[in-house]
């Protein structure tokens, strides 16, 4: 195994000045910081050496014999594919390379994030906040789409004072910088017109935000849906569920699920995705060898996911599992007041923990927002019925598995199957 | 907030679901992707929200 690159030399220009000697100085080794599994500023490529496959000491002729209709009738598994170990002797256990590696491409510069660093910049810190919701709000305007069919600076009525507006709310603070931004993006903009500011009142632009019917949303898959509840009713009988009476809740924004997972994709950030689960293994200095565990993707959760999916007939494309990660909690938006939400997100499990709890990459999609049914509407039902409020008795349903096995057979069961049927069967 | 996750699994994603959707990644590349529910955490008053024991008892 390679061992990690040599500090590299001081230039040969710099001794030259107020140098007292001739000697190179470089930086002590031990302040030299480098990825555990990653060289020093160099993508390392530390696990594309693959294992010659060990002889199986076990069925030594399994493989000299590849076309015997015995060894295709029983089903052992393939044996895994064994990267080399890299400097720490980790090591991973493939049952299929992926295609990609992103850590290939990583470096340290990578995964810091701090105003002070001199490292390289990494793209992915530069990214739009906006992009949590979605491909099409991404799109800067202040990097200017010149695509004058959409509004794209909608819920604005002119791209110039969208551009200023876009200014104002990109930084809390303003700086000699920020200055420099509203010159170059926004009055030396292309489409900037002094008239258009005309009778101009910040005040109402920033109400225009608080508009519920944001046309940026809907762009992006954003659905403004209403679900009905069918509540019990204390004394009385129903013989089916759609006859109890209905509580209309309006005003459900989510975004698609799908839509997420294919903008996760589609995005740039999806090349620090691990297309394959492996098994992270750690080969002992005494010769024995470790399971570690630490991300999604090496966890046996999602290799089960990936023994589970069935590939589709006549496909040679790589499959890919994705492992959605949901979070939901209401939050509170304000130091003071009661303003809050009640946000559900989605994060994707192919990416390195380091990479997506890094606040800049914006890894955390949202899914949904809750609405929160306020007493004054509950009134109205508690005056013909008298709810049943779920208690803490069900606490016993608690388990971790016990959401995930509903889901799984909605998904199985109930819908998907007459769904995909459905879907199968449409040419 | 089930009525709300019945909108979010909607017959589009449980077709994915089950059969992947073919997505083009940034790299240019097409992959077949199949998303799966590997967690959801939330906080303990939410998760009984969430699990609706009372509607799973009777069903």
Known sequence: ?427 | MQKIWMLLLDPEFMHAYVHGIVIECADGILHRVYPHFFTYSADYPEKYVRVCPRRLQYS
Not at chain 1, 407 to 425: C, I, L, P, Q, Y
């Open chain 1, 1 to 427: 195994m390679e061992t990690p690159p040599p500090p590299s030399p001081a230039p040969p220009s710099e001794p030259e000045i107020l140098e007292r000697s001739q000697r190179n100085r470089r930086i002590p080794r031990r302040f030299q910081d480098f990825l555990p599994a990653s060289g020093y500023l160099a993508p390392l490529q530390q696990y594309a050496a693959v294992r010659p496959p060990p002889l199986p000491a076990h069925s030594p002729s399994k493989e000299s014999l590849p076309s015997s209709p015995e060894s295709s009738h029983t089903s052992t598994p393939d044996p895994p594919i064994i990267t080399e170990p890299n400097e720490f002797g980790l090591y991973r256990e493939y049952k299929i390379l992926p295609s990609v590696d992103p850590d290939d491409t990583t470096t340290i510069a990578n995964l810091c994030d701090a105003p002070t660093f001199s490292l390289p910049p990494d793209g992915l810190q530069h990214r739009s906040p906006l992009c949590v919701y979605g491909a099409h709000v991404a799109d800067d305007p202040a990097i200017g789409s010149s695509d004058s069919t959409t509004s794209w600076f909608a819920p604005f009525i002119n791209p110039t004072i969208c551009r200023l507006m876009h200014w104002f709310y990109s930084t809390t603070t303003k700086t000699l910088n920020d200055l420099n931004r509203l010159v170059n993006e926004v009055i030396l903009a292309p489409d900037f017109a002094a008239a258009d500011l005309e009778s101009f009142d910040a005040n109402r632009e920033a109400k225009r935000l608080n508009s519920d019917s944001l046309p940026t949303f809907a762009a992006d898959g954003w659905i403004k849906d209403h679900v009905k509840l069918h509540l019990p009713q204390t004394r009385v009988r129903h013989a089916s569920e759609d006859e109890a009476p209905t509580l209309n809740i309006q005003d459900v924004w989510h975004q698609s699920l799908l839509d997420i997972v294919c903008s996760a994709f589609e995005d740039a950030s999806s090349l620090r995705f691990h297309l394959k689960g492996f098994k992270q293994m750690w080969e002992r200095p005494d010769g024995q060898t470790e399971r570690v565990y630490g991300e999604a993707y090496t966890s046996d959760a999602f290799l089960e996911m990936e023994d589970e999916i069935n590939p589709e007939p006549g496909c040679s494309l790589e499959t890919v599992v994705a492992p959605m990660m949901i979070y939901s909690d209401s939050t509170c938006l304000a130091n003071f007041g009661t303003a809050a939400l009640w946000p559900a997100y989605v994060g994707f499990g192919l990416m390195s923990k380091y990479v997506r709890a890094i606040p800049s990459f914006f890894q955390s999609h949202h899914l949904a927002y809750f609405p929160v049914v306020r007493l004054s509407s509950f009134s109205y039902m508690c005056r013909c019925s008298k709810i049943h409020l779920v208690t803490g008795q069900h606490s016993r349903y608690l388990h971790r598995n016990f959401w995930i096995t509903s889901v799984e057979g909605v998904a199985h069961f109930s819908e998907a199957r007459t769904h995909a049927e459905d879907m199968d069967a449409a040419p």
